[in-house]
């Protein structure tokens, strides 16, 4: 038997920081997307890791951060066009929602202020300086995150998580992305579905758990062309997915962004998903990502 993992890059306008014209859509949607993503996962008792980028955790921030290796220009937009609205870099209630929650979410980490790890330019200081941000907001909030998401998926400096506490990561999806032919292909002949992925854990005892789904990228002319002869095709790879973790081993990886909710169709896939979880959970159990860790590397000496 596998099981199922739900994963959020909990972001909202950090996701768009470096981008020269952000989406105006998914901006606008983040926190109303994050908060009905919560209320959804309460309805269908479905625990997820959500990796909050530590930032949002400030009660004020001034905007600066002139120790930051990285430099100024990164929070510029927090300085600047962000500057009258808190409400786009901080989010402390919205994590308060999460912990106070009759779910048991996973509350990680997704870098302090969005910084791909994984990019060229992004130095071993810059990266430390994301993480060591990142886990004294935790330390100070008192959340115990052992769970880590690359922004982006962009995997670097890997080598530094176990020094900030950290025991988990998505790793990359095991399987290159495909065509629009190739996914209508997928969908149309019946027999394509999400990789169910397997935890490994190397010497350190960090685990590396690979994405299988992200439940967003089937949009547009994919979508549109493929959905009157099957309906959602994501929600049908997603039930696929299930069925195969339900007869053998491994985990399906599902991950998404509350931004990614910007209307009533896109609403209705995430709620279709967590719907074909909750109804197969007998024979899928629903982990998060701590609780996959858990069984992959020793206890923790308290």
Not at 56 to 66: Q, T
Not at 163 to 183: I, M
Not at 217 to 239: I, N
Request: charged share 30%; with cysteine.
């Amino acid at each position: 038997m596998g099981s199922v993992v739900l994963s959020v890059d909990a972001e909202l306008a950090w996701g768009f920081v470096d981008h020269g014209e952000p989406p105006s859509d998914r901006v606008k949607s983040g926190r109303e997307g994050w908060q009905r993503l919560r209320r959804l996962c309460e309805e269908y008792d479905v625990p997820a890791t959500w990796a909050v980028v530590a930032h949002l955790l400030h009660e004020d921030c001034e905007g600066r951060h002139a120790d930051h290796p990285i430099g100024p220009g990164w929070f510029a937009r927090e300085r600047g066009e962000w500057a009258e609205r808190p409400d786009l870099t901080r989010g402390p209630e919205l994590v308060e929602e999460l912990r106070a929650s009759p779910v048991d979410h996973d509350i990680g980490c997704h870098t302090y202020a969005h910084v791909e790890l994984g990019a060229p330019g992004t130095t071993r200081a810059m990266a430390a300086a994301e993480l060591e941000r990142s886990r004294a907001l935790m330390d100070e909030w008192g959340i115990d995150g052992r769970s880590f998401v690359f922004p982006r998926n962009n995997v670097g400096h890997v080598d530094l998580l176990s020094d900030y506490g950290f025991e988990v990561y998505r790793g990359r999806r095991p399987v290159e992305r495909r065509s629009l032919p190739e996914k209508l292909r997928t969908v149309a002949v019946g027999e394509g579905r999400p990789p169910l992925v397997q935890p490994t854990a190397g010497d350190d005892g960090l685990v590396n758990l690979p994405a299988s789904l992200f439940l967003y990228s089937f949009e547009g002319l994919a979508l549109r062309a493929s959905k009157p002869f099957v309906g959602d095709p994501v929600v049908e790879l997603v039930e696929r997915g299930l069925d195969a973790a339900a007869e053998g081993e491994g985990v399906l990886h599902l991950w998404l962004h509350p931004n990614n909710l910007v209307d009533d169709a896109a609403v209705e896939r995430i709620e279709a998903v967590l719907r074909a979880v909750d109804e197969r959970r007998d024979a899928v159990p629903v982990e998060t990502m701590a609780e996959v860790a858990a069984r992959r590397r020793p206890q923790r000496v308290q």
